[in-house]
């Protein structure tokens, strides 16, 4: 079985798996990507995930404006599309906030994290073959939760009481991943995402890194995230 196969398989169990599961108020819609966007999500694995890697990134969950949108994690549009080439139908999620709208590749809003994210990898690696050749990006969770005001709801900030499903389905989701595309790291998008990871993959031979996270919502990052993220991946020895 090839390494894109397996990570196909895997993320069509996980949505499976995760599709189901209820969340208490705050969270008032929970929306499944790997479900509606499933179509440039299968793209992504099938073009990028088809060889074992050097170096895997992994994020927290999508963003309304980024995977939310285009089932590519940190999906910003121009980035997927233009960079990746990676244009598919996405259906709507059900029920759908009105607040925030599930319109694919037509969506007009900008996701920074991945505007961030992706304009790192492209300005140094201006072919996305060359940037997956050895590397590749994938979230911990598959699932956008959002309170009835539409403020987007981070994993971190659900209770302990609802995430033991959720991040046991997430951890078995991850090594799977990590088994097929056998990287020598496994860099952490922020602290939550390395936390994770090095709880799941307890016992697997992979080294363990972290980069800050490139949210507007941290100052240390609105102060030139690209900079600050290249340093870090040089003192440990990433890149």
């Given at each position: 079985m090839?390494?894109?196969v397996?990570?196909?398989?895997?993320?069509?169990k996980?949505?499976k798996?995760?599709?189901g599961?209820k969340?208490?108020d705050?969270v008032?819609?929970?929306?499944n990507p790997?479900?509606y966007?499933?179509q440039?999500?299968e793209a992504?694995?099938?073009?990028?995930?088809?060889s074992?890697?050097?170096v895997?990134?992994?994020g927290?969950?999508?963003g309304?404006?980024g995977?939310a949108?285009t089932?590519v994690?940190f999906?910003?549009?121009?980035?997927?599309?233009?960079?990746?080439?990676?244009?598919a139908?996405v259906?709507?999620?059900?029920?759908?906030?009105?607040k925030?709208?599930?319109?694919?590749f037509?969506?007009?809003k900008?996701?920074v994290?991945?505007?961030?994210?992706w304009?790192?990898?492209?300005?140094?690696f201006?072919?996305?073959?060359?940037?997956?050749?050895?590397?590749f990006?994938?979230n911990?969770c598959?699932?956008?939760?959002?309170?009835?005001s539409?403020r987007?709801?981070?994993?971190?900030?659900?209770?302990s009481?609802?995430?033991?499903?959720?991040?046991?389905?997430?951890?078995k989701h991850?090594?799977?991943?990590?088994q097929a595309?056998?990287?020598?790291?496994?860099?952490?998008?922020?602290?939550?995402?390395?936390?994770?990871?090095k709880?799941?993959?307890?016992?697997?031979?992979?080294?363990?890194?972290?980069?800050?996270?490139p949210?507007?919502?941290?100052?240390?990052?609105?102060?030139g995230w690209?900079?600050?993220?290249?340093?870090q991946?040089?003192?440990?020895?990433?890149w």
């Open positions: 090839s390494v894109s397996k990570l196909i398989a895997a993320a069509q996980l949505s798996t995760v599709d599961m969340f208490a705050p008032a819609y929970v929306y790997l479900k966007a499933w440039p999500h992504y694995l099938s073009q990028f995930g088809n074992k890697k050097k895997v990134f992994m927290m969950n999508p309304p404006w995977m949108q089932g994690p999906g910003e549009i121009p980035s997927v599309r233009d960079w990746m080439g990676i244009e139908p259906d709507m999620p059900f029920p759908e906030h009105p925030r709208p599930v319109t694919g037509a969506c007009e900008s996701e994290s991945g505007r961030r994210l304009g790192l990898f492209a300005e140094r201006p072919s996305a073959g060359d940037f997956f050749a050895d590397h990006v994938l911990y598959p699932l956008v939760f959002m309170e009835e539409s987007n709801r981070t994993p971190d900030k659900l209770p009481a609802e995430v033991s499903a959720l991040f046991a389905a997430c951890d991850l090594r799977a991943c990590i595309l056998d990287p020598d790291w496994i860099v952490g998008v922020g602290g939550f995402a390395q936390g994770r990871a709880e799941a993959l307890s016992g697997i031979d992979v080294q363990h890194g972290k980069v800050l996270h949210s507007p919502a941290s100052p240390a990052a609105n102060r690209a900079e600050a993220a290249t340093k991946l040089a003192e440990q020895g990433i």
